[in-house]
């Protein structure tokens, strides 16, 4: 099944794309928040996509009070994916993404400069292969 991986952030959003028959997650093109729609769109049409996974922004002390508006943010905008698109989608934590994502650019030689535009792709990459990586421990 293939499966699409989002790491959103309000300025762009980071794209992946995973199969669970082969187990491994793929990053795409960062996408600018305000277009994400419409690309994923396209992305969903073409690669056949049947579900969605978002990174969750936990807060790194695990308190999910309300007060934290980014992830209310988050979660309406998971709303927003299964209304237009009618696929499911889920949340998996994103904690540590991109720091996990700038320390793999890093450690692949990419300079500091150029990992702003892959960088949450990478992390997008990172969020679906754990969800994968848990689904597959489930089944």
Same mark, same amino acid.
């Given at each position: 099944?293939? !499966?699409?991986?989002?790491?959103? &952030?309000?300025? =762009?959003?980071?794209?992946?794309? &995973?199969?669970?028959?082969? &187990?491994?997650?793929?990053?795409?093109?960062?996408?600018?928040?305000? +277009?994400?729609?419409?690309?994923?769109?396209?992305?969903?049409?073409?690669?056949? !996509?049947?579900?969605?996974?978002? &990174?969750?922004?936990?807060?790194?002390?695990?308190?999910?009070?309300? +007060?934290?508006?980014? =992830?209310?943010?988050?979660?309406?905008? +998971?709303?927003?994916?299964?209304?237009?698109?009618?696929?499911?989608?889920?949340?998996?934590?994103? =904690?540590?993404?991109?720091?996990?994502?700038?320390?793999?650019?890093?450690?692949?030689?990419?300079?500091? +400069?150029?990992?702003?535009?892959?960088?949450?792709?990478?992390?997008?990459?990172?969020?679906?292969?754990?969800? !994968?990586?848990?689904?597959?421990?489930?089944?």
């Amino acid at each position: 099944m293939n !499966i699409l991986g989002l790491d959103i &952030g309000f300025a =762009r959003v980071g794209v992946a794309i &995973g199969n669970t028959d082969i &187990g491994l997650a793929f990053p795409r093109e960062t996408s600018p928040f305000e +277009k994400y729609l419409c690309d994923i769109k396209n992305i969903i049409t073409t690669e056949n !996509i049947e579900e969605i996974v978002i &990174g969750d922004p936990k807060p790194m002390n695990g308190d999910l009070e309300e +007060k934290n508006m980014h =992830r209310k943010k988050i979660l309406a905008e +998971k709303e927003k994916l299964e209304e237009i698109f009618s696929l499911p989608v889920h949340v998996f934590d994103e =904690r540590c993404t991109s720091l996990i994502a700038t320390a793999s650019l890093h450690e692949m030689g990419v300079k500091a +400069k150029d990992q702003k535009k892959s960088k949450d792709s990478v992390a997008a990459s990172i969020i679906l292969q754990g969800w !994968i990586d848990m689904s597959s421990k489930q089944n």
